[in-house]
């Protein structure tokens, strides 16, 4: 059964750090593209970031500089690392492989809120 867990979102001040964590299972992910997304209140789910299985790495332009995609296989395990927090990165945040309608799944995500 796939299952995707994500962690490590949190309250941060803006102009903080926050790293986070999605651990895959019930399949072998490294064949796959992974990427992060997240979705704000009211707001259509955006796609943030994307590693290849090649280890090539795409931002969406709101991100760009300020994260850090990255995948380690042997732990089937993703990262986002997210420097210099914005208010309006407050989201939820998923992980997933891309395009998403290959698993057909979603995890339950990771908050994150921007806020001083």
């Known amino acids: 059964q796939v299952q995707l867990v994500e962690s490590g979102g949190g309250l941060v001040q803006p102009g903080g750090s926050l790293r986070l964590s999605c651990v895959a299972s019930?399949?072998?992910?490294?064949?796959?593209?992974m990427v992060w997304y997240r979705q704000a209140p009211g707001v259509q789910r955006e796609l943030v970031a994307t590693?290849?299985?090649?280890?090539?790495?795409n931002y969406a332009d709101s991100v760009k500089g300020r994260f850090t995609i990255s995948r380690d296989n042997s732990k089937d395990t993703l990262y986002l690392q997210m420097n210099s927090l914005k208010p309006e990165d407050t989201a939820v945040y998923f992980c997933n492989v891309y395009p998403f309608t290959i698993l057909n799944y979603w995890g339950q995500g990771t908050q994150v809120t921007v806020s001083s």
């Open positions: 590693v290849t299985v090649g280890g090539t790495t």
């Open positions: 019930g399949r072998t992910f490294s064949i796959y593209d």
